[in-house]
T-cell receptor, first 115, second 114 residues
Framework: AQSVTQLGSHVSVSEGALVLLRCNYS??????LFWYVQYPNQGLQLLLK??????LVKGINGFEAEFKKSETSFHLTKPSAHMSDAAEYFC?????????????FGKGTKLSVIP | EPEVTQTPSHQVTQMGQEVILRCVPI?????FYWYRQILGQKVEFLVS????????KSEIFDDQFSVERPDGSNFTLKIRSTKLEDSAMYFC????????????FGQGTRLTVV
């Protein structure tokens, strides 16, 4: 069984400040990990994914995440927040074995950016 | 850019009625999914569909739910007899391969059961 915990349902940062959104996972097999973003009234858009290659993954819009097996974490960061980053962010996990068809999502973290 | 489209964007239905939620996946994708998000809760997996059959389903996906790819372009989710607790945002997704590839999500259909 796999699960995802996102610490903080709501995070506020000032424009230009560091963004850090936390995600911890639980998986009995090597995981694949994803971050999705949801803008208001839109679907889920993939930001980045970890699929057992490099542990530091770069995504779109300047976001990156680091897979840390020892900490079972996959935190999302961005050095400098922009107003357009205000959205809800979801961490998700699936297993790396054959026949991996479902994503298990965290509850999401709503990011607010203060001008 | 290709996208997954869902219709309608919002549907209101009476308890006990049947609803069909429609999705048009990206044309060269082979794997199709339905997820739902009850207000304030996690996005939850319902079902995956490949090669014209269900490949995996969750406990939520009981006998009142069914999926179909009726014509090679649409992918539908049917709820036979809706309950109040079926009120949620339903997301369709598709991918080229299993989930080590990217899954593209639609904008969702908000289902309200009254």
């Amino acid at each position: 069984a796999q699960s995802v915990t996102q610490l903080g349902s709501h995070v506020s940062v000032s424009e230009g400040a560091l963004v850090l959104l936390r995600c911890n996972y639980s998986s009995s097999v090597p995981p694949y990990l994803f971050w999705y973003v949801q803008y208001p009234n839109q679907g889920l858009q993939l930001l980045l994914k970890y699929t057992s290659a490099a542990t530091l993954v770069k995504g779109i819009n300047g976001f990156e995440a680091e897979f840390k097996k020892s900490e079972t974490s996959f935190h999302l960061t961005k050095p400098s927040a922009h107003m357009s980053d205000a959205a809800e962010y979801f961490c998700a996990v699936t297993h790396s074995g054959a026949g991996s068809y479902q994503l298990t999502f965290g509850k999401g973290t709503k990011l607010s950016v203060i001008p | 850019e290709p996208e997954v489209t869902q219709t309608p964007s919002h549907q209101v239905t009476q308890m006990g009625q049947e609803v069909i939620l429609r999705c048009v996946p990206i044309s060269n994708h082979l794997y199709f999914y339905w997820y739902r998000q009850i207000l304030g809760q996690k996005v939850e997996f319902l079902v995956s569909f490949y090669n014209n059959e269900i490949s995996e389903k969750s406990e939520i996906f009981d006998d009142q739910f069914s999926v179909e790819r009726p014509d090679g372009s649409n992918f539908t989710l049917k709820i036979r007899s809706t309950k109040l607790e079926d009120s949620a945002m339903y997301f369709c997704a598709s991918s080229v391969g299993p989930l080590n590839t990217e899954a593209f999500f639609g904008q969702g259909t908000r289902l309200t059961v009254v």
